[in-house]
Structures are given as structure tokens and as C-alpha cells.
């Protein structure tokens, strides 16, 4: 029995030192660069350019379309202020029959704001702790229409 036992032992290890070198190899790339340079041409230059570049466009298409005096100092207020990440977006719509300015402010819980053609805020339809704004205009995303881009903070 010792004997078989010894026999398995030695055959194990045998078997581990073989089976743990088979197939293993590492080995670095020491062939010098077709042209002998490093800075050669064995990369070629992609062959096309990139086709989605998501960068914001540097021109965006504002309206500025009869822009109310009230809504000129709104926006040079911002642009007195530090940037808000994300930018500043003010937009025209349509809503219940009037033009109203939607203005979305920078990032954590503040409301966006809705104001008239005057400048008088009607209501925050959305941001705050719950998202939900403050339960003024909760139709608003819903009955908005006639969407033109007015300023988005362009720093």
C-alpha cells in the first residue's frame, strides 16, 4: 500500500511540473518597425472622418425674435453669474393660449421657470425635492407647443 501510494505521489508531481509548462510562453515583440522607424507608416491614418461629433454646436440657432427687455436682463444677469453646469436654456412656447418663456437653471433640485410675455413668473413645472416643480403648470410639459430655442448659455 505504501508503495502505491508513493507511486501516485511522484506520478502527481511529475504530471503538475509538466502540465504547469505546457502551452505557456511569454514573449515580447523585438522585431524592429518595417521602415526601421518607430514613427513609421505600419499604422495606416483612419480612412474617414468621425460622423457624430457630440460636441454643442459653437452657433446655435437662437430665436431672437422680439426678445422682451425683461428677458435681455435675464440673460445678462447669467452671464454676470458663474456658469451653471448644466448651461442655462431659455425657450419660447405656446401655452394655454399665451407665449411663455421656459428657463432651466443649473444642476440639484431648482425649479425651472415659466414666466408670461411680461416677465411675471406663473409657475415652476418642474425640479425642486420631488422633480415635480411646484404643482402650479402640472400640464405644462404636456399642452407646450411651438418650441424655439430663445438662449442656452454659450461658455
Known sequence: MRLFLSLAVSSLAIWLS??????VAV?????????????????????????T??????????????????????????????KANPGVQISRYTYKGQVVY????GCCDQFSNVYNAKGK?????????T???DGQCPDFDKNKT??????RDPR
Open 18 to 23: 509538466t502540465a504547469c509548462g505546457r502551452g
Open 27 to 51: 514573449n515580447t515583440p523585438t522585431d524592429p518597425p518595417v521602415s526601421g522607424n518607430v514613427n513609421g507608416n505600419d499604422t495606416p491614418n483612419p480612412t474617414s472622418t468621425n460622423t
Open 53 to 82: 461629433d457630440l460636441r454643442a454646436s459653437a452657433t446655435a440657432a437662437f430665436d431672437t425674435t422680439a426678445r422682451p427687455k425683461w428677458l435681455a436682463d435675464r440673460i445678462q444677469a447669467h452671464l454676470a453669474e458663474p
Open 102 to 105: 421656459y428657463e432651466t437653471l
Open 121 to 129: 413668473l406663473i409657475c415652476h413645472p418642474d425640479g425642486g425635492l
Open 131 to 133: 422633480g415635480k416643480g
Open 146 to 151: 411651438g418650441e424655439s430655442l430663445v438662449w
